[in-house]
């Protein structure tokens, strides 16, 4: 109650202090309300509380009493904050009142802020302080110390951390040696090679992994002079050390010298701890080596003693340490993945042991060794990851993967394949290039039964091995029909294969081959799972796009297989566009019944793909069908046609229609078709105040389509209309009208009408009006002499959509414009075309613009770089150090410096540098960026194949779907072939 009270009086002193301080505060009054100010500093570390601590600290001499009074018997929060004030004003004499608050109970989750305060005043005290208090084996602020000292810490820090090293409390020597590490300094070698033999676990564990992450060929030779030592459990550790090291650095460690002792201890049951740290380095040795003994052990020993150590039936401290690393050696010496759960590796073994051989390396193959390789090539960090086993025989075992695709090479390529492997001298390759990188590598692994060799290449290029998978791919696709056998019909695997494979390698006829892979896609396709069901269909519309002759019988069994869904989903999207290719009525007719009675917006899609192959006679047909979105998608797909007069008659005559869906579209029709004789009546229902808004709007652009000429007056008697629809479709009948007048009465429009939303129509009949320099004047006119700010950012919005330098111009214009939202709009238009004059914009109005989300996602787009954790004055610091790196490079070479640092061979784009031609090795590179995961350079790679080739495969934004993608993707390479 006292201290409460006590709380309360400081209360009241600080409010008056900064009464006090109020008053003597410059004009500016950067403070504010004394008592907004207190609860703002209570609230500390948010950011309002921040902001009130930046005014203290700039007040320095007049704020200094309070803080210091504040320190002292404030309560935590206020004390925190004044410890970080007292710390950025550098105030020494708040030095003892720190420490001496760095000791206090109440301020344990504070204390890494006072730890920086010390530190900030007397870098040098404060390390000597700050380790002093851990003399007490009681202080518990391991973690704060670590944080705030790491930074600091160097070599002459080395004597109090080895003095640190003396405490009887595990977390201190552990802390000492952490610090260590940022010594950076080989003086430090000794203290972490002491550390190994400490008593607790959790010290060793922690020195055995500070020493595996340094590549010091002399704290090697250190390590290795350790064996003399008779304490086998720190000969353990030791021995954990370098087999982290081996398998960090890629390189042998573990000498002939040393292979006698490891032998000893894995014989030796009476130490769990030492047995199994000796397995893990024999499991290394036995990889590549040839010794017998060594040999013998993995394949009859090894796998018993790791399991034995990970079971947990017998207790040694030192588990922890052991676990992870005896566990990744058991997977690396069987091959196999069981879990954790050692039941199940005993069960395994038990059954296997008198059969099983040990992982090794393979160092070459022989002839007879060709015959029964496996290759499994594997790619991570692609919109589509892969997994694709290559085998060198049609082995029916193999076939029950089920986590990755599989392909048998015919004996022809497994004997090229087997070539290319010597060419590129595969068996001295390295197990790894490139930097280590989790989530982007590719990867090429021999087999052969206990044999392997694997490759893999971190980051986006293939490497020493892009020749080999290049081949590999073709091979892929040169024997997709291997994925649809029907073990149903054909149970007997090779021979269906046999079979197959030699009538392939002898029909070499296109047409031939093309009606085969489509039998034999139908005929599996029933019994495929999901996935590899929509894989099959894509793959039949790949089949048809090139060939669309189908018999009669096919396109029933298409048909079947439709019907067969339970809905609409991509593999019957698939289907139906591929059987819609014949141009079969026996096709198309069916399938319009099927998709009218699954109707949606998704299945009118559909549709329309469908009905855009029918014949005339078939759409003269579905005019009069029974169902309304039959007839209302004919009508659509009339109007499209070349116009004749039968067209036009049945048209005509569904202006009577019962359904007004089926009226709308036949009047949209006959707009598109010009059909003069229809005039009289669309212009009547335009009129007639009775007929349905929608009705009305169709028959407004329609005749704007009919008649320019006559229309122009007819729709100005429409703009007086009460109806906002009436109004929009006036506007949507300009635009179709085009002309200096139509430009007039839209910008009239944009200016006047009381609606937004016409307003916004009309903008956006403004950006598709003829002629377009006419238009953009217009528009520009709007941006600039416009006192609406709404109207301005409409104007603006449709120059967006007008991708020319004209409207650039504007928008660069408009950056300079006093008004934010204007300012804004301009930037996020340059962002379209990737004009880095809109990244200071951007960085400028990050923390005023209520927009913080829409402005990230631009930053992110243009400059390639996300920052996802920082806060927004962080993250403006960020992108403002980015734009003062990279302000004077053009765009296309921040494209360049993010594809180098993606670990794309990004030298294709020099040319395009210096010649501003696109060469065939760049648009290679950009259609592979296009497959990327990051979201950002897959759009900017799309944005510059478009402007660099002049050519239009599909344009992927950075919310564009992975599915879209890859079908942008497609087109893209159709094109480059082409």
């Known amino acids: 109650m006292n201290l409460h009270l006590f709380h309360k009086i400081s209360l009241v002193l600080f409010l008056s202090f900064l009464l006090c301080l109020e008053l003597s505060l410059s004009q500016d009054n950067l403070v504010g309300k004394a008592d907004s100010l207190v609860l703002e500093l209570k609230n500390w570390p948010l950011a309002n509380a921040k902001k009130a601590a930046a005014t203290l600290i700039s007040q320095k001499e007049k704020a200094l009493p309070f803080l210091m009074m504040a320190l002292k018997s404030a309560e935590p929060s206020v004390q925190e904050a004044c410890a970080y004030c007292l710390g950025e004003i550098k105030e020494k004499e708040a030095f003892p009142a720190l420490l001496e608050l760095a000791s206090k109970k109440e301020m344990l989750p504070r204390s890494e802020t006072i730890f920086v305060s010390l530190i900030k005043i007397d870098p040098d005290l404060a390390y000597e302080k700050i380790i002093a208090l851990f003399k007490d084996t009681s202080y518990n602020r391991h973690d704060a110390a670590y944080k705030a000292l790491s930074s600091i810490t160097n070599k002459k820090h080395l004597a109090f951390l080895e003095e640190m090293f003396t405490s009887k409390s595990y977390k201190t020597r552990k802390l000492g040696i952490q610090l260590a590490t940022h010594t950076k300094n080989s003086q430090a070698f000794d203290l972490f090679i002491q550390a190994l033999k400490d008593d607790s676990p959790y010290v060793a564990y922690e020195a055995m992994n500070i020493l595996a992450k340094i590549p010091s060929e002399s704290l090697q030779k250190k390590l290795l002079e350790q064996f003399s030592s008779v304490n086998r459990r720190f000969l353990g550790y030791v021995v954990l050390t370098l087999v982290l090291q081996e398998d960090r650095l890629e390189k042998k460690l573990f000498n002939s010298d040393v292979l006698p002792f490891l032998i000893r201890s894995v014989r030796n049951n009476s130490d769990l701890f030492a047995q199994g740290a000796a397995a893990c380095a024999l499991v290394n040795i036995g990889f590549s080596s040839e010794e017998p003994e060594v040999i013998e052990l993995m394949d009859k020993h090894l796998p018993a003693v790791l399991m034995e150590c990970l079971s947990g039936k017998v207790y040694f401290r030192d588990y922890i340490s052991l676990k992870e690393i005896a566990y990744s050696k058991l997977k690396q010496l069987t091959g196999k993945d069981l879990g954790y759960y050692m039941e199940k590796w005993w069960a395994w073994w038990h059954t296997e042991s008198h059969r099983f051989r040990a992982m090794r390396l393979l160092k070459g193959l022989t002839q007879e060794q060709i015959k029964g390789m496996v290759l499994e090539y594997q790619q991570q960090g692609s919109i589509e990851n892969k997994k694709i086993l290559f085998l060198a025989s049609a082995n029916k075992n193999i076939l029950t993967s089920e986590d990755s695709s599989w392909v048998v090479m015919s004996r022809e390529q497994t004997s090229e394949m087997a070539d290319l492997l010597r060419k590129i001298k595969f068996f001295q390759l390295q197990p790894e290039y490139g930097a280590k990188q989790p989530l982007s590598w590719q990867s090429l692994e021999l087999k052969l039964e206990n044999l392997h060799k694997r490759v893999v290449v971190y980051g986006k290029e293939s490497g020493p091995i892009e ?27 090779e021979k269906w294969y046999e079979g197959e494979s030699q009538w392939f390698q002898e029909v070499k006829d296109v047409k031939s081959r093309s009606q085969r892979m489509k039998r034999i896609i139908l005929d599996s396709y029933g019994w495929l799972k999901p996935k590899m069901r929509e894989k099959a269909a894509e793959e039949f519309l790949d089949w048809m796009q090139k060939d669309n002759e189908l018999p009669l019988n096919y396109i029933q069994w298409v048909l079947f297989h439709i019907r067969s869904e339970m809905e609409l989903n991509r593999s019957t999207e698939a289907l139906i566009q591929a059987v819609a290719l014949t141009k079969d009525p026996a096709a198309i007719a069916p399938l319009c019944d099927f998709l009218v009675l699954h109707f949606s917006s998704k299945s009118r899609a559909l549709l329309i793909k469908l009905m855009e192959q029918a014949n005339p006679k078939l759409l003269l047909q579905y005019i009069n069908h029974p169902s309304p979105y039959l007839r209302s998608v004919a009508c659509e797909i009339l109007g499209k046609r070349e116009s004749q007069e039968l067209h036009i008659l049945y048209l005509t005559a569904l202006l009577k229609d019962d359904n007004m869906e089926v009226r709308q579209a036949a009047i949209s029709a006959l707009g598109n078709l010009k059909a003069e004789s229809a005039w009289e009546m669309l212009l009547g229902i335009a009129q007639n105040q009775q007929y349905k808004v929608a009705l009305r709007q169709s028959a407004i652009t329609a005749l704007a389509q009919i008649s320019p000429q006559k229309s122009a007056s007819v729709l100005l008697t429409f703009l007086s209309s009460e109806d906002n629809g009436i109004r929009q479709a006036v506007a949507q009948g300009f ?149 003062n790196v990279y302000k004077n490079l053009s765009w296309n070479q921040w494209f360049f410096e993010a594809l180098k640092s993606n670990t794309y061979d990004a030298s294709p784009m020099l040319d395009y540098f210096v010649t501003g031609e696109c060469s065939p090795a760049m648009i290679t590179l950009l259609i592979r960026v296009l497959e990327d995961k990051d979201r950002y350079l897959r759009s900017a790679a799309s944005y510059l194949l478009e402007s660099a080739t002049g050519k239009n495969g599909g344009r992927i934004q950075p919310h564009t779907s992975p599915k879209d993608c890859l079908e942008i993707i497609k087109a893209w390479k159709n094109l480059h072939k082409s």
């Open 467 to 493: 020749v080999a998978i290049a081949f590999l791919l073709h091979i892929a696709k040169e024997n997709s029909w291997q994925s649809y056998w029907d073990s149903s019909k054909e149970p007997d695997w």
């Open 735 to 883: 635009s179709k009208i085009g002309g200096s007048n139509s430009i007039q009465s839209l910008l009239a429009i944009l200016n006047s009408d009381k609606s937004s939303m016409v307003k916004e129509i009309a903008a956006l009949c403004l950006s598709e009006t003829k002629p377009q320099q006419e238009a953009i004047q217009a528009l520009e006119s709007i941006v600039f002499k416009s006192e609406d700010l709404a109207t301005k950012a409409l104007a603006i919005q449709s120059l967006r959509r007008i991708s020319l330098l004209e409207t650039k111009k504007i928008f660069l214009k408009c950056l300079k414009d006093s008004n934010t939202t204007l300012r804004m709009q301009a930037a996020f238009a340059l962002c379209d075309d990737y004009d880095i004059r809109a990244v200071p914009v951007l960085i400028e109005l990050l923390e005023s613009s209520k927009e913080t989300l829409e402005i990230r996602k631009n930053l992110e787009k243009i400059t390639l770089q996300s920052f996802p954790q920082e806060d927004v004055e962080s993250l403006k610091m960020r992108y403002q150090d980015l734009w």
